[in-house]
């Protein structure tokens, strides 16, 4: 029996999943095969937001290579986020490396007590180009007299590539694959050393990097450790590091319901209500993240059965309504339930209100859920649309298509909700990159223009423009922001050309509309 029929409630982790889902395996068979088939030196990035399975792909990355090539490739995982107490985090790359080296067959263990030698002298060295890294000199004169290897800079990477080219003497095709993950979760400081460390290896021939980011946390971090005035953007810093990019792309409404049976497979629920809530509900007010599904279905899970516990004699299906509006609107279900409000006196209110009637609810009642409806902007017309209708999850007809704030029935409601929400993100710009994107995009009732034409309205030139909007863009792509606007991803094409070109450039789908940002100078 499941544990949820002994009583006992299972909650998801939040750990990397090990089953095929969204076509990771795919993905994983064609980055095997570019790791396998081209020169070995050169870094692939595996570009994706929190919680959207980038850890998933490096394990499944790694589980190909090493049942399709065994002995000819080594795999290594680092987690980055793991080692960041480390005082220099070249040097429990190295360490970890030269650790499976020497429990792998003979050549490459062979390989593993040169890089352990290497290693030693290389830490011994009074001056290395890395950040904040330094050495005691006189422990380095000792180092140096008692292992008897150079320990400058350029010396170590040349017995280093010395040891890997004996290595792969009698195999060119071996070679060391170093998967990194996590690195978006350190600290500033020790992301750039991540990434500097990278830089020092790919100096030598016979190493892959597959490096998992979000993109925009890390383009932060490199940004916060040089400070405001460095002259290279942190996307122009990345794409330097990086020479293959794969982005994991957003998962369709399917990939998510389909998930969502997985995850209740793996609980054991098998309440007919609740998983038919849960199907409809999660892949229109949840979106495409993962993690983010998992952590709704535990909440779920949690509060249906806290409920039960208590006495509270409200049916699963309006539970799970609760709950996903709380994922819009925190702080709903509290003040429900504080209240001693029933469902049916919420839709009670709303319903009387929409037709004009008269409520049969008291005067107190009125004015705490006035109260609640105000301080929510949309509840109100997703709670009443449409009248009479019970569960407004029985079918997407009835429930609407939920974007954001409110329920949205018509191209016209749409558009007018996508230019409120953007709206309210370019707000947080600053005035010069507000009224850049404006300008660009063609928002907020101005034509769009091209570079030439914002760099002659701001006295600037079009490095400077490109510049400044590419960085307002990358703002945009906060989680904080980002997740406002994600939403509206699936009613592209009900959106206005100036909202879509807009959210195209901010999630990067290029392909589906004009980018103003790529504009050529001579057009």
């Known amino acids: ?55 998933t792909l490096l394990r499944a990355v790694q589980n190909v290579v090493d049942s399709s090539y065994p002995g000819t490739v080594l795999t290594v995982f680092f987690d980055a986020w793991r080692y960041q107490r480390e005082e220099h985090m070249l040097l429990p790359i190295l360490d970890t490396v030269s650790e499976h080296l020497r429990q792998a067959e003979t050549r490459w263990r062979e390989l593993g007590d040169k890089l352990r030698r290497l290693t030693v002298s290389m830490t011994t060295a009074m001056t290395f180009k890395l950040p904040g890294l330094e050495f005691d000199s006189e422990k380095a004169i000792r180092q140096w007299q008692t292992e008897k290897v150079r320990s400058d800079y350029f010396g170590w990477l040349n017995e ?24 978006d979760r350190c600290l500033p400081p020790k992301v750039v050393e991540v990434l500097e460390s990278i830089k020092v290896m790919l100096d030598v021939t016979g190493f892959i990097f597959v490096l998992a980011l979000d993109e925009s946390v890390v383009e932060q971090a490199i940004q916060a450790y040089y400070g405001p005035n460095y002259s290279v953007p942190g996307r122009d810093y990345i794409k330097k590091l990086v020479q293959v990019e794969f982005r994991l792309p957003p998962l369709r409404r399917q990939d998510v319901k389909d998930y969502v049976e997985v995850l209740r497979q793996r609980v054991g629920l098998t309440d007919e209500q609740a998983c038919l809530a849960l199907e409809q509900l999660v892949p229109m007010v949840v979106g495409d993240n993962p993690r983010d599904v998992k952590r709704f279905v535990n909440s779920v899970l949690l509060t249906t059965a806290v409920m039960r516990n208590v006495g509270v004699m409200v049916s699963v299906h309006h539970q799970v309504a609760f709950m996903a509006m709380e994922f819009l609107w925190p702080g709903l279900l509290r003040e429900v339930v504080r209240t001693e409000l029933t469902w049916s006196k919420v839709k009670e209110y709303v319903e009387t ?60 409601e749409m558009v007018e909700t996508a230019r409120e929400v953007i709206d309210e993100v370019l707000d947080e710009l600053t005035e010069n990159e507000n009224k850049m994107l404006q300008l660009l995009f063609g928002l907020r009732g101005y034509a769009p223009r091209t570079l030439r034409e914002v760099a002659s309205e701001f006295d600037s030139s079009e490095g400077d423009i490109r510049m400044v909007a590419g960085k307002a863009v990358r703002k945009l792509r906060h989680p904080t922001r980002s997740r406002k606007l994600r939403k509206l991803i699936s009613h592209m094409d009900e959106l206005d050309d100036p909202c879509a070109s807009l959210l195209s450039a901010i999630f990067q789908y290029p392909e589906q509309l004009y980018m103003p940002l790529e504009q050529s100078s001579t057009e």
């Not at 859920?369 to 997703?382: C, Q």
């Not at 009443?384 to 018509?410: M, Q």
Request: hydrophobic share 40%; charged share 25%; glycine share 10%.
């Open 1 to 55: 029996m499941e544990p949820q029929e002994h009583g006992l409630l299972k909650l998801l982790l939040d750990v990397p999943e090990t089953q095929a889902i969204f076509g990771f395996d795919e993905y994983a068979s064609v980055l095997a095969s570019a790791i396998i088939g081209t020169d070995p030196h050169f870094t692939i990035g595996v570009f994706g937001r929190w919680g959207t399975g980038k850890t």
């Open 160 to 183: 280093l590539q010395t040891a890997l080219d004996d290595a792969r003497r009698d195999e060119p095709s071996r070679r060391i694959v170093i998967l990194i993950d996590d690195l």
């Open 353 to 412: 209100e929409a037709q004009g009637k008269a409520s049969s609810l008291s005067a107190e009642e009125q004015t705490v859920l006035r109260g609640i409806l105000e301080n929510r902007p949309g509840l109100g017309s997703f709670l009443g649309k449409p009248p009479g209708e019970e569960l407004l999850y029985l079918s997407e007809a009835a429930f609407g298509e939920l974007v954001y704030y409110a329920t949205i029935t018509t191209a016209k």
